[in-house]
Every structure is written in C-alpha cells, then in structure tokens.
C-alpha cells in the first residue's frame, strides 16, 4: 500500500523568505514522488517529480525538492518565495511497480506568501 | 492545463438526476483518470482507464460509471446512487512508454458540480 502525508494545512512566509512544504511518504518498494500545484478553481500542475538519480531534483518556477529515503521525505522548498507563489500544493507518490499509475495525494498545503 | 478539457467548467443538477462530466485529450495518451475533490481531502481517484475499452475501479468508484470508446474520452457518469455528489472533479492523463504508464499524471481544468 501506499500513503502520503502532508502535515501543514497551511505554510505563511513572507515574500523573499525561503519556503519549505513538507510531505513523507509510505510505500512497500521504491517510491516514485511528484509535486504539483493548484490555484483557485484550477486543474493541478506537475512542479517536478523524482524518479532516481540525484536526490535534489529542480522543477519549474524555481521550486525544487530533496529525496531523504531515510526519513522517507520529499519536501518542496524555494530559495525566494514570490506573492505569485500562493496556491494549494500537493504532494503525491506511486510504488515503482503500480503498473496502472495510481497516484495517492496528500491532503494538500495551502502556501501564503505576503508581501 | 495542457491538452485536456473538461466541459462545463460548472455544472448544476437535482438530485436524482444522472450527469455526466466531459474529458477530452488531445495528447494522444493512452492513461486516463477521474479524481474527485473536496475541501480538505486531497484528491481521491474515482475511475482509471490504462487503454481503450478497459477501466478499472478506483478508491470510490461507488455511484460513478465510466466509458472508454475512444482514446481521446473518457466521459464519467454522475448516478443518483452517489449519495454526495456536490464536488470538484478532475480528469487527468499520463503517456504510456515501453508498455508501462509513464510517470506523472496531466490534468484537466476541472469541472464543479453542485447537486441540490
């Protein structure tokens, strides 16, 4: 079975502040992990997502995320949150082997990010 | 939101009365899905559909019906058995590469529908 988790219902940062957006994981062989984000009344977009490799992966808008298998974590952060950035973000995982793609999301995090 | 499109963007019924959610893609994927959004609860998936003329129960697919014809539709069925069916729904897909589904998932607009 796999699980996400996502802690913070909601993150607040001031613009220019780094941010971080944690998410953790549970899945019975590797995991795949992805991020994306949602703005108001709007379908979901992919941020990034890691696969294998390198375990700090860079997505778009200047979002990144570091893979810690042993904390089992995959926390999105940003060296310089914008006022643009405030969305809804979601973090999700798939187990190597889900052979239908099944995605499980987490509860979401809401981000505010003030001037 | 790529090239998938979910229409109407709003869509308002009685209850008691079936409808259904449009999804249309133009990625030439063979994946497609239905989620199910609520306040607070993250997305839940409804319906999965890996290739044409085959779908798959997700993890509420009670009171939903689905239909796959086409590669570029997958059209879900609201029935009057959902008993709480006032939600946002999202309709996504995801290539298929080397026979296995890729990676990530690309999504749709969405479409709310408001029961009353």
């Known amino acids: 079975a796999q699980s996400v988790a996502q802690p913070e219902d909601q993150v607040n940062v001031a613009e220019g502040n780094p941010l971080t957006v944690k998410c953790t994981y549970s899945v019975s062989g590797n995991p795949y992990l992805f991020w994306y984000v949602q703005y108001p009344n709007r379908g979901l977009q992919f941020l990034l997502k890691y696969i294998t490799g390198d375990n700090l992966v860079k997505g778009s808008y200047g979002f990144e995320a570091e893979f810690n298998k042993s904390q089992t974590s995959f926390h999105l952060k940003k060296p310089s949150a914008l006022v643009s950035d405030s969305a809804l973000y979601f973090c999700a995982v798939r187990e190597s082997d889900n052979a239908g793609n099944m995605l499980t999301f987490g509860g979401g995090t809401r981000l505010m990010v003030k001037p | 939101d790529g090239g998938i499109t979910q229409s109407p963007k709003y869509l308002f019924r009685k209850e008691g009365q079936n409808v259904t959610l449009s999804c249309e893609q133009n990625?030439?994927?063979?994946?497609m899905y239905w989620y199910r959004q609520d306040p607070g609860q993250g997305l839940r998936l409804i319906y999965y559909s890996q290739i044409v003329n085959d779908f798959q129960k997700g993890d509420i697919a009670e009171g939903y019906s689905v239909s796959r014809e086409k590669k570029e539709s997958f059209p879900l069925t609201v029935t009057s058995a959902q008993k709480n069916p006032t939600a946002f729904y999202l309709c996504?897909?995801?290539?298929?590469?080397?026979?296995?589904?890729?990676?990530?998932?690309?999504f749709g607009p969405g479409t709310r529908l408001t029961v009353t």
């Open positions: 990625l030439n994927h063979d994946a």
């Open positions: 996504a897909s995801s290539p298929r590469r080397r026979g296995k589904p890729d990676y990530e998932q690309y």
